[in-house]
């Protein structure tokens, strides 16, 4: 297909602001799906996603559009996620395409990764067209957005679209400003091949399928391919676009975006951001790829039956086929026992992880309190990476311990400005930059990261009613006052429930969460003492009052099913417990800090 013809371009938004909801419209509107395929959100294909109308996975659908100018046009159309912690996600898309479509409520107006995907797009040098979406609600006011939009991103949005992904309004007008606005793609058809590897998965039936941009080149089935950074060559058996449904073609040449699939078993031979060449005909230079993903978020997750150790092996294994950016590795607790410690990108990352284990894989899950890794100096001179807070050394043996400092960027509405600065002070946050621009304010801070994996997003939105919004980005590792926190049971410390927290909250914290872990552990048949230490130093104690009832007693005579069902609760209820010395701990326990307020 001449490439003249051939527009790539993505959707960016800030989270609901109608990102999937335009997709699936443009989709409709080039006849790509009927209407009863259209009630389900079809690019976000994952059940989960759909629960929690989150994009997770990008995806991509080549459009036929037929312009006024009577030709007809290939629109590649590439689906990115809105959410902070998928921001890898969206550059990756982005890196693909010519164009991007900055999608903009015009009922809310600007907002934090509204920003931060543009400036993402501006970077990569792709063009960005702004379109204000939902203005069929009473609320909007496309005027004061477009405003919005040039005041605080730098971009002219006076021509910006204006549309409704609801009813259909401007999906037409939207259509035309890609084909003219976003410029053609300019590879070579005649050059060795390049394509870039967007995103790759694995599927049941066919192993390995990655979506490619071909930059250089011809990409053909039965052609032999090597991966430029791993070496490994293979033999293409498809290539094909997503019209979203999967369809074979003849080829893809310079310019398109589409599958491919070579019999490839394992992920880790189809890396993201490598290039494929031809084995015959090689390139000389791999194209530019991206950056690996860290992991940002920590936690230890352990089978509540120990001997489910093997299956969680497994699960983690599989999941980690599909997504990258899962780590693990085994670690033992004296506490939990075999379980693993994993890597996410962030907490809502860290949520899907656990949730798909224990819906896909049936999975039950003790899981320790999220942590950052943190770098600590040794007097010897060495620096070490810790990620889980047991795991620091003895403070005779430490220097200094360096926290991972986040800057944020925070739009919040004028009226909430107090309580966002407030907020920020209290995560002993550093205030950098403050603008007012019209009714919306943004605030520049850095933050602890330790303080923001906790419950910063839940209070932001809790002190602003909803409207601040929030993006984040790794600045550096800072020397902090940190100490380590223990919490001992029955006198025995639990290495599950060890933190690290900066020394003028250690105090507060460490009283705060043993009154929070006497509520959570039910009671026993005897005393359990609860006591929050750092070193040698005991900072506050609470005691589990032994049980007196028998749960049983509650049951007269003889109704056997009713004593049943009782003894089954208690059972399904025991399955999210450990059994720590001789407490029973039950997961939220594990979790207490997370209830734990500021001081
Ligand atoms: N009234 C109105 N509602 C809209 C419009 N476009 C989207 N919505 C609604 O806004 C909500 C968010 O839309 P989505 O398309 O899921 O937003 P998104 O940006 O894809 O969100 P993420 O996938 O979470 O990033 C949904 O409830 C949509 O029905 C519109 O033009 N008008």
Redesign the pocket.
Known sequence: MSQNLIRNFSII?H???????LADRLIQHCGGLSEREMEAQVL?SMDLEKER???IKAQTAALAYKAKDGQTYRLNLIDT???VDFSYEVSRSLSACEGALLVVDASQGVEAQTVANCYTAIDLGVEVIPVL??I??PAADPDRVAGEIEDIVGIDATDAVRA???TGIGIEEILEVVVKQVPPPRGDERAPLKALIIDSWFDNYVGVVMLVRVVDGVLRPKDKIRFMATGAQYLTEHVGVFTPKSVDQPQLSAGEVGFVIAGIKELKSAQVGDTVTLVDNPAAEPLPGFKKVQSQVFAGLYPVESHDFEALRDALTKLQLNDAALQFEPEVSQALGFGFRCGFLGLLHMDIVQERLEREYDMDLITTAPTVVYEVVQKDGTIINVENPSKLPEPSKIEEIREPIITATIFVPEEYVGNVITLCNQKRGVQLDMQYHGRQVMLRYDLPMNEVVMDFFDKLKSTSRGYASLDYEFKEFRAGDLVKLDILVNSEKVDALSLIVHRASSVYRGRELAAKMRELIPRQMFDVAVQAAIGANIIARENVKAMRKNVLAKCYGGDITRKKKLLEKQKAGKRRMKQVGNVEIPQEAFLAILQVSDK
């Open positions: 938004a989270i609901d602001h109608g990102k999937s909801t976000d109308g989150i994009t996620p809105g959410h979406n939902k069929d609600l409704s992904a609801k």
